[in-house]
């Protein structure tokens, strides 16, 4: 059960300032989506390790240093001067 | 239908096409539609009219999701605390698609910060349904798949965190494809929950997508997370996919297919589409995965929680809006959060802040990536015995605007979706047929990790067996 008194309390560790009426609504509709969250709870676990990040070979993977600025070599890229199309389009007329 | 083939091989002007367009867009009723790259697409068009390229879609018009990055242009995440905000970087996957020729039209409304089904907490006011204007088009990238689905262009990057681009794909009747957690790179897209997000196609047609995707995937080092495999290039024949369906086996979740969860309608629509793939030659499989109500609390708590940390840094001091009225550094955060999130996000941060908060930590938090752990493991076993998955996308088919679902109603109308960014896994959802208010119906097809091209040839396979 959220009181209105705990939303206060996570509105000020959120950096957020919530009005009175507005503790009582998200009290409410919290309280109903934390009881969900129950079957959780209820739940047996099976022999399941944490596995995030997800995929194995993010973790096995043998990262090396690339140049980013090589790896789209095709690439428009803005500059300070703007973008480099109109550079072509001023050239062909 | 506008796809991506039609107007590479349309004799039109690049320029023709891009201004013909963003007349559209300005007189468009669905507010799918939250700014236009104006200037960029016209010296693009210019470009591309004037130059013979030999980038393979050279002049192809493409909308693009408000949470997704190009540089010196607005980005703003369907929120007021990041009204006025210019981007100083472009997002990989839309570099990708400039160096392929695309031209990026428009930004499309989304819910905020990507947290909504309904595409109705964006500050920018709910999208229209093009397919019937009183139904929510789905979220939270509801805006992309309404352009569309609204033939504006012919296809639209979304991002997908828990059903982001499937739902709103099944909704308004298109293709959406979530790729495999790690096969796009996120840099650029605003992080809502990290481990979840992913960028991905939508499109009329599974070509389309299959194009797409092989456009914007790879290993970027600018995200740690993505994985150095080849991206497979497919060319996908109708003829072929379809013979290629004789001795898939197909996994079906029964659970998903119980009329308590799922809308009869829908569920007889997925049967249909079951009957002519064992008529194709396809073994049908019924799976005993029971953990759809786990997943959906699982990722209530994950995702907040990363929410909660991502979104910390919108503090008025960094970026777009700020209450310039306060007079202390707190207050002033305060005050400019207080007013630059929405209702939902601002749950969201909470809730997040709650179960990571000391003495709730391991009985949400903890407890909620074991569940994960678990899920990943259940689906690598299930796809020892299947070579795709074949579900409903959605319990329901659109709703009404305005029809207020309280918030566990929205978050369970994610169901079939969520699972599958839990896992990581890659997913699609095709139109199957529409119900009896003609309002369309999605299949979503589920592949093993960093298998699109299979799961591709299925969805195509099976396109062409509903066509």
Partial sequence: MITPEAIRKLAELSALSVSSADEAVYAQQLTQVLDYMDVLRQHTPLDARISWPIHKETHTRSDHAVNLNGELPQGFHRTRDGFPVPKISTAQS | MN???????????????????????????HNAVVGTYDHLAAQLADYYDATQSDRPFAGVPIAIKDNLCIQNELVTCGSQILSGYHSPYTATAVQKLLDAGFIPICRTNMDEFAMGSSNETSVYGPVKNPVNPTRVPGGSSGGSAAVVAANLVPAALGSDTGGSIRQPAAFCGIVGLK????????????????SLDQIGPMTHTVSDAAALFSVIAGHDPSDATTIEKPVPKLTLNTEQSIQSLAGKRIGVPTALLSDSVIHPEIIQAIRNVLDQLANAGADIIELDMQFFDEAVATYYILAPAEAASNLSRFDGVRYGYRNSQAQTMQTMMQTTRETGFGHEVKRRIMLGNYVLSSGYYDAYYGKAQIMRGELCQQYTKVFESVDAIVSPTTPTTAFELGAHLDPLQMYLADIATIPVNLAGVPAISIPCGTDSQQLPIGLQITGNWFDEAGL????????????
Avoid at chain 2, 179 to 194: I, K, Q
Avoid at chain 2, 456 to 467: D, V, W
């Fill in chain 2, 3 to 29: 796809t991506i083939t039609s107007y590479l091989n349309s004799n039109q002007g690049c320029r023709d096409t891009v201004d013909s367009i963003l007349n559209t867009i300005r007189s468009d009723e």
């Fill in chain 2, 179 to 194: 790729p495999t957690y790690g096969r796009v790179s996120r840099y650029g897209l605003v992080a809502f929950a990290s």
């Fill in chain 2, 456 to 467: 591709l040839t299925i969805a195509h396979g099976i396109e062409g067996l509903l066509s």
